[in-house]
């Protein structure tokens, strides 16, 4: 396959690594070739990197197939996930959802992805909603600044929030940035 044959989301290997390609942008500058400029992340250690490929060079691209599981419980450095509809278990490394570990919690589904037959990548859904069970008390009134404070959450995540938010609020959580977007009515 070719540069012609890029997308966002692809993942290809790149000197080695496993990458997936975050943003490509075909370019033709004045007297000069045409050229793809690539940024992508390296999937085992989360770094990003920027490439220049020829226009038509030549790509090697990975299959990587994605599969939900839920989550069950940690066992060591590993978690355990289910499929839930053939009940098998298999062992991920948590190291797979970097940053959004803090908001896992029990029976929630992942997206894990596999190139061949070992877990590459996992990542929780987009927003999910986790109870406030912990947070000082806003002062009454004080709703001109777009001022922020710390919430503890179920999972024992801790994330800022607006004050008018109390303990034992839902709340919705975007894990991707790990940011508050709103209050969820129960």
Same mark, same amino acid.
């Given at each position: 396959?070719?540069? /012609?044959? &890029?997308?966002?989301?692809? $993942?290809?290997?790149?000197?080695?690594? &496993?990458?997936?390609?975050?943003?490509? *942008?075909?370019?033709?500058?004045?007297? &000069?070739?045409? $050229? @793809?400029?690539?940024?992508?992340?390296?999937?085992?250690?989360?770094?990003?990197?920027?490439?220049?490929?020829?226009?038509?060079?030549?790509? =090697? +691209?990975?299959?990587?197939? +994605?599969? =939900? +599981?839920?989550?069950?419980?940690?066992?060591?450095?590993?978690?355990? @996930?289910?499929?839930? #509809?053939?009940?098998? *278990?298999?062992?991920?490394?948590?190291? &797979?959802?970097? =940053?959004?570990? *803090? $908001?896992? %919690?029990?029976?929630?589904?992942? !997206? @894990?992805? $596999?190139?061949?037959? %070992?877990?590459?990548?996992?990542?929780?859904?987009?927003?999910?909603?986790?109870?406030?069970?912990?947070?000082?008390?806003?002062? !009454?009134?004080?709703? /001109?600044?777009?001022?922020?404070?710390? /919430?503890?959450?179920?999972?024992?995540?801790?994330?800022?929030?607006?004050? +008018? @938010?109390?303990?034992?609020?839902?709340?919705?959580?975007?894990?991707?940035? #790990?940011?508050?977007?709103?209050?969820?009515? *129960?």
């Amino acid at each position: 396959m070719t540069t /012609a044959d &890029l997308y966002n989301g692809a $993942f290809i290997r790149h000197n080695g690594e &496993l990458c997936q390609i975050l943003e490509y *942008q075909h370019r033709t500058p004045g007297n &000069l070739r045409a $050229f @793809v400029q690539v940024r992508m992340r390296v999937v085992k250690s989360g770094k990003q990197l920027e490439n220049r490929y020829r226009a038509g060079e030549d790509i =090697e +691209f990975v299959r990587v197939e +994605f599969s =939900e +599981f839920q989550y069950l419980y940690k066992d060591g450095e590993s978690l355990v @996930v289910m499929d839930p #509809s053939t009940f098998d *278990q298999i062992y991920i490394p948590e190291s &797979l959802l970097g =940053e959004s570990l *803090q $908001f896992l %919690k029990e029976e929630m589904l992942l !997206k @894990v992805a $596999f190139e061949e037959d %070992k877990p590459i990548s996992a990542e929780l859904p987009t927003f999910i909603n986790l109870m406030v069970t912990y947070t000082e008390p806003g002062i !009454k009134g004080d709703t /001109a600044t777009n001022t922020l404070k710390p /919430a503890t959450l179920e999972t024992g995540a801790v994330i800022q929030v607006p004050l +008018f @938010v109390d303990q034992d609020t839902l709340i919705k959580i975007d894990t991707r940035t #790990s940011a508050y977007v709103e209050r969820v009515k *129960q």
